[in-house]
């Protein structure tokens, strides 16, 4: 985490067929909207990035919807990341001319790791992130193995292992997935989020758990992250950006604020 600059508070559009959808550890989904409103209201409230994931692309071998990402990309003007079925600097290039900012690369990455390589070559490290899902095992020495095809498929790698491999190979940025936190709005998962963040020198964004905008604090203060990534807590209505900003901005966490 890079002490002073201001934490960033992503919203997470996981999209299905087309429509956003959210489960729990990464099952049980559920619809709650289209991603083009979704991603005109989030931006309207404040957010300060979006990230949009096809979380189907991967395990169904496909490329992503790049007819959304367009639409989605029309109606921001804050960064947009996109993620699912990327598996070539071909499909990097066709995601940011559709206007995304950043691409994350996860399965194929795992699969293939030199993709990192050629994307931060073609395109540069910041358009490239690592999108990372990874679910507690104590046989691995971080205590926590790699997912991948949308946490179906449990890999060989140790997550501390791929992390510091991956920002070696050139990814900019970690989008750190815990999987067991994930959609159960109990909080991120503390350990594995500063163990990261302590261990490489790029940002490292939390995601997966979040539930209370106290849960967002946690994550910046004791997990050291340098974003957070929210979904149910804002997709159900539950809380707004704004008024995450508002509670982070109390407890001394610099955010950025609306005009600023």
């Not at 957070?228 to 807590?233: E, G, I, K, N």
Request: aromatic share 6%; proline share 4%.
């Amino acid at each position: 985490m890079t002490s002073g600059l201001a934490r960033r508070v992503i919203v997470c559009l996981d999209v299905r067929d087309g429509r956003t959808t959210k489960g729990v550890r990464f099952r049980e989904n559920a619809d709650v909207g289209d991603p083009v409103e979704m991603a005109r209201f989030y931006y309207s409230e404040g957010a300060d990035e979006l990230v949009f994931y096809d979380i189907t692309a991967s395990p169904e071998r496909r490329g992503i919807f790049i007819e959304t990402v367009e639409k989605v990309a029309e109606v921001l003007f804050v960064p947009f990341s996109v993620g699912g079925g990327i598996g070539s600097t071909e499909d990097m290039r066709r995601v940011l001319l559709a206007g995304a900012e950043k691409v994350s690369v996860n399965s194929a990455a795992v699969r293939r790791p030199a993709l990192i390589e050629e994307g931060a070559g073609r395109f540069g490290s910041q358009c490239v992130v690592l999108g990372m899902d990874a679910a507690r095992d104590a046989s691995l020495p971080s205590g926590y193995r790699v997912f991948i095809d949308g946490g179906r498929t449990p890999t060989p790698l140790d997550a501390l292992q791929w992390a510091q491999r991956a920002e070696a190979l050139g990814a900019g940025e970690i989008v750190l997935n815990a999987i067991d936190a994930d959609g159960t709005r109990e909080g991120y998962e503390l350990p594995l989020t500063r163990l990261v963040s302590e261990s490489v020198g790029i940002p490292v964004v939390a995601s997966g758990g979040a539930g209370a905008p106290e849960h967002l604090a946690r994550v910046f203060e004791e997990g050291r992250a340098d974003a957070a990534l929210v979904a149910s807590l804002v997709h159900f209505g539950t809380y707004r950006v704004g008024q995450i900003k508002r509670f982070l901005a109390g407890r001394g966490i610099p955010v950025r604020q609306e005009g600023t």
